[in-house]
């Protein structure tokens, strides 16, 4: 049991390119998010998904963009890549408890430098 | 909308002291509560989730309250060892059945050998 993985752990681009950054998770999971995190600003929230063929924006979704074909991927694309992008990137994913909150498990994280 | 606060945002202490982090949020009427731990560099790892029906979660040395009342959670760290030192944040569902996170801007802890 993998958990929640991400591909790559650093990259660097120049300015005005274009990647995606990969999330798999193995625990079944309906909800899947990216947050990205910066000095001084904690964690903030992208996109999410509530599953497969689901998604929705989140606190600041501007320049990226996401699908959910599978239960288990959730990748993240930066469509033009800028500086402000530079940042620590996370995947969750969770699951409902009956009481009806939800438990949150992380990825390693991606860092991403933009030139 | 729910807001949450960490204080203080850096903690050092001496080895073998017994510590205590703070949580505090502005809604009281949430469902649970998760801390996480962080080391530089590094994703974040669930330490303890504390359910709305729940007063504590204990983990070996690590203990959680959660007073939804007064809208603070607290970590208290037993024992504390060099290896504790970190990042510690807490997070709360940022609505009713949300499975959006709101976090805090977490304490970061050094434990001095």
């Known amino acids: 049991n993998a958990g929640v993985t991400q591909t790559p752990k650093f990259q660097v681009l120049k300015t005005g390119q274009s990647m995606t950054l990969q999330c798999a998770q193995d625990?079944?999971?309906?909800?899947m998010s990216w947050y990205r995190q910066d000095p001084g600003m904690g964690l903030r929230l992208i996109h999410y998904s509530v599953g497969a063929g689901i998604t929705d924006q989140g606190e600041v979704p501007n320049g990226y963009n996401v699908s959910r074909s599978t239960t288990e991927d959730f990748p993240l694309r930066l469509l033009s890549a800028a500086p402000s992008q530079t940042s620590v990137y996370f995947c969750?994913?969770?699951?409902?408890?009956?009481?009806?909150?939800?438990?949150?498990?992380f990825g390693p994280g991606t860092r991403l430098t933009v030139l | 909308k729910q807001e949450v606060t960490q204080i203080p945002a850096a903690l050092s202490v001496p080895e073998g002291e017994n510590l205590v982090l703070n949580c505090s949020f502005t809604d009281s009427a949430i469902y649970n509560l998760q801390w996480f731990r962080q080391d530089p560099g590094k994703g974040l790892t669930s330490l303890l989730l504390i359910q709305s029906s729940q007063r504590e979660q204990t983990s070996g040395r690590l203990n959680a309250s959660l007073d939804k009342s007064s809208g603070r959670s607290t970590l208290y760290i037993a024992a504390s060892q060099p290896s504790d030192s970190a990042t510690y944040l807490c997070?709360?569902?940022?609505?009713?059945?949300?499975?959006?996170?709101?976090f805090g801007k977490g304490t970061k802890l050094s434990v001095i050998p």
């Open positions: 997070a709360i569902p940022s609505g009713a059945g949300s499975y959006q996170l709101t």
């Open positions: 969750a994913s969770s699951y409902f408890l009956a009481s009806g909150g939800n438990e949150q498990f």
């Open positions: 625990m079944n999971h309906e909800y």
